[in-house]
């Protein structure tokens, strides 16, 4: 059996008020979203949340066999961020690598894979989530763009795991409706009818198949009300980070994850369910004792500890920085 041996989150210090935001376009919202300082990037943050799990789950970086990295946001065409973070986490030469992209489903596209690795090789294997939605003023600034990282240790299963994988299901359905550009913003089409007959479908089908029946849930989407629509099948709490987050991308739901773990209590069934792109994933959980060990920064204590930023430096943190090599 797989387990979730250790869990780590990163959410950058600086927040934007999304009325600052809605005050320059016009528009409603509530809540704050999370904006990398000007030297933070996909890596680093990834790179943050991958140690605190490696030390919570009492493994060095070299005993790695494999680092899996989901990103919608990497700016590169062609570079990836897995192979960095495991250099950076001292993960070097046999380590299987691989990276994740074009979907909002691909943290559980990469959990997916990090599952089936552990159950082939009985090897240990790290899966790390970042990213940094893009804003612009161009546009209406996108007040719940927001940023942060999440990691998740998996190995064989132990007494003291945090968690154990009970099922994974899926629904390919090649439903696309949003789309996104390098760099730009998203394009969407009708909300309503994608919460309809693309996420309730899809991920109502992927949680049966995972053989989900949760006590507590936590669920990737584009919006808030599509995250809703992609649990209305599950009588589940919602753990959610999204009010004072953001739109973290691919990362959100891993991020969420990682809170309904530091959060809750051994014994618990959880489900993890993400939307995006071609269809949708869910993983069943059952948490372990393994949920008590909260060495570094929990995700409450990152979210708690802020600096507000006005909406000038929302848009200006946000704007990539030019690639110099190594």
Known sequence: MVAVTGHGGYVPLYRVERTDVTDQHGGRASGESAVPARDENHVTMATEAAETALTRAGVEGAALDA???????????????AAH???RVGAEGDVRTGDFRGTLRAST?????????VEATGGTALLVAADVMPASAEDDGNPDAGAGAAALVLGPDTDDAVATVDGLGQATTGFVERHRDHGETAVTGDERFERRHGVAPAASSAIER????????VA???DGRMAS????SVDAERVSTYDRVGHAGTAGPLLDLVHAFETGEAGEA?????YGAGGADAVALSTGAGTDRNAGATVEELL???????????????????YEGT
């Not at 680092?67 to 961020?81: C, K, L, M, N, R």
């Not at 596209?109 to 690795?117: C, K, L, N």
């Open 210 to 217: 995972a053989g989900a029946d949760p006590e507590r849930a």
């Open 270 to 274: 959880l489900l993890l369910v993400a």
């Open 229 to 232: 629509a992609a649990l209305g």
């Open 220 to 222: 990737g989407a584009p």
């Open 109 to 117: 596209d990469a959990f997916a894979a990090a599952h089936h690795f």
């Open 85 to 87: 973070v495991a250099y």
């Open 67 to 81: 680092a899996f990295a989901a990103s919608v946001t990497d700016p590169f065409a062609e570079h990836g961020i």
């Open 304 to 322: 708690d500890a802020k600096e507000q930023v006005p909406y000038a430096k929302h848009l200006e943190y946000r704007q990539r920085v030019e």
